[in-house]
């Protein structure tokens, strides 16, 4: 079978759209091609045939290479992903490191929330560092809960892992020793003018936070006092900018804010919050906030 679509082209195309990193993202187009002519255990040199170009065009127009491949890692962990759920994002992995940070005992985390648990990556990624404790993780979205489900029995993780579909906490009764979320928090009109991966592919019901970007906040932070057992924390991502409000809206609703946690490009990601008046998380000092 003749490839009608060579790398070369393929990557002049990709750059002509405007995509960054052609070349890599080149390679994983082809590589995927390529295991999807001829089967997983193809030779590296496989005829991708015009499975290669298909896909081309797709990320041609925009579609995210992580819904094209199926996969995206996070935390050195392969989730599957689809349209129903945000694709994780490496910033996110700023929550995983406060929360290793608030817990060195690793041990003293038994019950792990997950608000808007989307593909579970967040949930299944302490779990695969809190080796004794049990995740609960919650998405008003059923097909991302069966996706989450899924990629935790892929991650043989699905015995510590329960995962429900409803609206953030709902009723739930059970105290946690961590809670995490990642909710959404781009502005409602300002989710049109993000990039066309994001604005087009991704589900607006992940992304719109409302008017101001902060209705998820409003929602989440009073649930936390019920939510969180004796010197508990969560741990919420948080975008660029909107530091100072959401930390104004935690002080608002009673929770004392432990610490401020910067992604790798330096911009603040990760709020870590407690109960006020409570101890400090097993004798770690706040950074700030």
């Known amino acids: 079978m003749e490839v009608t679509l060579t790398p070369e082209e393929a990557v002049a195309r990709l750059r002509a759209a405007g995509i960054e990193e052609v070349e890599r993202e080149v390679r994983l187009l082809l590589a995927h091609a390529r295991a999807g002519a001829s089967g997983p255990t193809a030779a590296q040199e496989a005829d991708p045939g015009d499975g290669f170009k298909?896909?081309?065009?797709?990320?041609e127009r925009r579609e995210p290479l992580a819904l094209i491949v199926g996969r995206r890692e996070f935390w050195s962990l392969s989730f599957t992903v689809s349209p129903a759920t945000l694709i994780p994002r490496p910033e996110s992995e700023t929550l995983i490191e406060a929360a290793l940070k608030a817990f060195p005992e690793r041990t003293t985390v038994r019950r792990i929330l997950d608000l808007g648990t989307g593909t579970g990556s967040l949930l299944l990624a302490l779990l695969s560092e809190f080796a004794g404790a049990f995740g609960v993780g919650t998405d008003r979205v059923a097909a991302a809960a069966q996706l989450?489900?899924?990629?935790?029995?892929?991650?043989g993780l699905s015995g510590r892992a329960s995962f429900l579909v409803g609206d953030w906490a709902m009723a739930m009764?059970?105290?946690?020793?961590?809670?995490?979320?990642n909710p959404p928090y781009v502005e409602r009109g300002a989710i049109g003018q993000l990039m066309p991966?994001?604005?087009?592919?991704?589900?607006?019901?992940?992304?719109?936070?409302?008017v101001?970007?902060?209705?998820a906040y409003r929602a989440i932070f009073p649930e936390l006092p019920r939510l969180l057992a004796l010197n508990g924390v969560a741990i919420v991502e948080i975008g660029a900018g909107a530091g100072a409000t959401v930390i104004g809206l935690a002080r608002a609703a009673g929770l004392e804010v432990r610490g401020v946690s910067a992604d790798l490009s330096?911009?603040?990601?990760a709020v870590e919050l407690a109960v006020g008046g409570t101890?400090?998380?097993?004798?770690?000092?706040?950074?700030g906030g």
């Open 54 to 59: 298909a896909l081309v065009e797709r990320r």
């Open 148 to 155: 989450a489900d899924g990629n935790a029995r892929a991650l």
């Open 173 to 181: 009764a059970e105290r946690f020793e961590l809670v995490v979320a």
């Open 197 to 210: 991966e994001v604005a087009l592919f991704e589900p607006p019901s992940a992304l719109d936070g409302g």
């Open 212 to 215: 101001d970007g902060l209705d």
């Open 266 to 269: 330096g911009i603040p990601r």
């Open 279 to 287: 101890k400090k998380s097993f004798g770690r000092e706040g950074r």
